[in-house]
C-alpha cells in the first residue's frame, strides 16, 4: 500500500506544477517556425508562480501551439508583471538552447525606455553595480558587495517639469542580464522609475512602474539573420513625457514614432552587443 502512494504522489505533483494551455490574448510581433515575439501589455505575468499558476503569458502560447507537434514554448526575455514590451520565446529546446548561447556570447541587444524622477546627470554612462538579493526579503534586489557583476548603460532623451520635480525618459541597454538590473541601478543612482512601488515611490501619473522593453536585436536562431523587432510605447508611459497640449516633442516624439506595432526590421549584423533579461 505504501509503495503504491509513494508512485501516485509525485505523478500528482507533477500535474499540478505543468503549465496548462489556456486560450488567452496574444499581441505578436513576429512569428514563424522557430520563434515568436511577443508585445506583453503591462499587468501580465510571463511564466506561472506559486501566486499566479494561470493567465499567463506561456498559458496562452501553450493554448496557440496546442496542435503542432514538438513545439516547446520556452521564453528567453522575461519581463516583471508591470513591464511592458518585447518578450522573445523559442518554440523548440533546441533552439531555445542556441539562443541563449547568443545570449551568453552577447549577440542579444535589449533596449529599454524608462521615465525617471530627476535628471540624470551626466545625461548619458554607464552604472556598474553588483546586485544581489536582500537578505530580509528575498523577492528584492539591492546593491551590494558580494553580489553579481551588473552593468547598464543609459542615454537621456528628454526632459520635462512635472508636477513638483522634473522628470526625464532614459534608455536603457543591459550589459549583463540580471532580475530587477534597470529599476535597482537607476533607483540607486538617485534617479527611480517614475511610479516603481519597490524601489521608488507610488505615482499618481501612472499605476505601475514606467518601464518598457522597446526593442530586441539579435540573430535568427535557424537562418542566422539579424533581426530588430521594436514594441510600441504604451499610451501610460507617453502621457507622461507629453506637454499640456497632449503632445510629445524632442527625441522622446522621435521614439514615439518609431515604434510602429508589429514591425520587424532586418539590418545589419547584430555582432557583439549586450545580453537580454527581465
Same mark, same amino acid.
Given at each position: 500500500?505504501?509503495?503504491?502512494?509513494?508512485?501516485?504522489?509525485?505523478?500528482?505533483?507533477?500535474?499540478?506544477?505543468?503549465?496548462?494551455?489556456?486560450?488567452?490574448?496574444?499581441?505578436?510581433?513576429?512569428?514563424?517556425?522557430?520563434?515568436?515575439?511577443?508585445?506583453?501589455?503591462?499587468?501580465?505575468?510571463?511564466?506561472?508562480?506559486?501566486? +499566479?499558476?494561470?493567465?499567463?503569458?506561456? +498559458?496562452?502560447?501553450?493554448?496557440?501551439?496546442?496542435?503542432?507537434?514538438?513545439?516547446?514554448?520556452?521564453?528567453?526575455?522575461?519581463?516583471?508583471?508591470?513591464?511592458?514590451?518585447?518578450?522573445?520565446?523559442?518554440?523548440?529546446?533546441? &533552439?531555445?538552447?542556441?539562443?541563449?548561447?547568443?545570449?551568453?556570447?552577447?549577440?542579444?541587444?535589449?533596449?529599454?525606455?524608462?521615465?525617471?524622477?530627476?535628471?540624470?546627470?551626466? %545625461?548619458?554612462?554607464?552604472?556598474?553595480?553588483?546586485?544581489?538579493?536582500?537578505?530580509?526579503?528575498?523577492?528584492?534586489?539591492?546593491?551590494?558587495?558580494?553580489?553579481?557583476?551588473?552593468?547598464?548603460?543609459?542615454?537621456? &532623451?528628454?526632459?520635462?517639469?512635472?508636477?513638483?520635480?522634473?522628470? #526625464?525618459?532614459?534608455?536603457?541597454?543591459? =550589459?549583463?542580464?540580471?532580475?530587477?538590473?534597470?529599476?535597482?541601478?537607476?533607483?540607486?543612482?538617485?534617479?527611480?522609475?517614475?511610479?516603481?512601488?519597490?524601489?521608488?515611490?507610488?505615482? $499618481?501619473?501612472?499605476?505601475?512602474?514606467?518601464?518598457? $522593453?522597446?526593442?530586441?536585436?539579435?540573430?535568427?536562431?535557424?537562418?542566422?539573420?539579424? &533581426?530588430?523587432?521594436?514594441?510600441? &510605447?504604451?499610451?501610460?508611459?507617453?502621457? =507622461?513625457?507629453?506637454?499640456?497640449?497632449?503632445?510629445? #516633442?524632442?527625441?522622446?516624439?522621435?521614439?514615439?514614432?518609431?515604434?510602429?506595432? +508589429?514591425?520587424?526590421?532586418?539590418?545589419? %549584423?547584430?555582432?557583439?552587443?549586450?545580453? #537580454?533579461?527581465?
Amino acid at each position: 500500500m505504501l509503495d503504491q502512494v509513494d508512485k501516485i504522489q509525485p505523478q500528482a505533483a507533477d500535474v499540478r506544477q505543468r503549465p496548462q494551455p489556456e486560450e488567452g490574448p496574444l499581441s505578436i510581433l513576429f512569428e514563424d517556425e522557430c520563434v515568436v515575439v511577443l508585445d506583453k501589455p503591462p499587468g501580465v505575468v510571463v511564466h506561472p508562480t506559486y501566486k +499566479n499558476t494561470s493567465g499567463t503569458l506561456l +498559458n496562452a502560447l501553450l493554448w496557440r501551439y496546442r496542435d503542432r507537434a514538438g513545439v516547446q514554448p520556452g521564453i528567453l526575455t522575461r519581463l516583471d508583471k508591470d513591464t511592458s514590451g518585447v518578450v522573445v520565446v523559442a518554440l523548440t529546446p533546441s &533552439l531555445h538552447a542556441a539562443m541563449q548561447r547568443d545570449m551568453t556570447a552577447s549577440r542579444v541587444r535589449k533596449e529599454y525606455l524608462a521615465v525617471v524622477s530627476g535628471v540624470p546627470d551626466p %545625461p548619458m554612462g554607464r552604472i556598474s553595480l553588483p546586485l544581489g538579493r536582500s537578505s530580509e526579503d528575498r523577492r528584492i534586489v539591492v546593491v551590494r558587495e558580494d553580489g553579481a557583476r551588473c552593468e547598464t548603460d543609459y542615454e537621456v &532623451l528628454e526632459r520635462m517639469a512635472g508636477p513638483g520635480a522634473s522628470i #526625464s525618459m532614459v534608455r536603457c541597454t543591459l =550589459l549583463t542580464g540580471r532580475t530587477h538590473q534597470i529599476r535597482v541601478h537607476l533607483a540607486h543612482r538617485g534617479w527611480p522609475i517614475v511610479g516603481d512601488r519597490v524601489y521608488g515611490l507610488p505615482s $499618481a501619473m501612472i499605476a505601475r512602474q514606467a518601464l518598457h $522593453a522597446w526593442r530586441v536585436a539579435f540573430p535568427h536562431p535557424l537562418t542566422r539573420e539579424p &533581426l530588430v523587432v521594436t514594441s510600441t &510605447l504604451p499610451a501610460d508611459i507617453q502621457a =507622461l513625457m507629453a506637454d499640456t497640449d497632449g503632445r510629445i #516633442s524632442g527625441r522622446s516624439a522621435a521614439i514615439t514614432a518609431s515604434t510602429t506595432p +508589429n514591425v520587424t526590421t532586418i539590418v545589419a %549584423p547584430v555582432g557583439k552587443s549586450s545580453t #537580454s533579461d527581465r
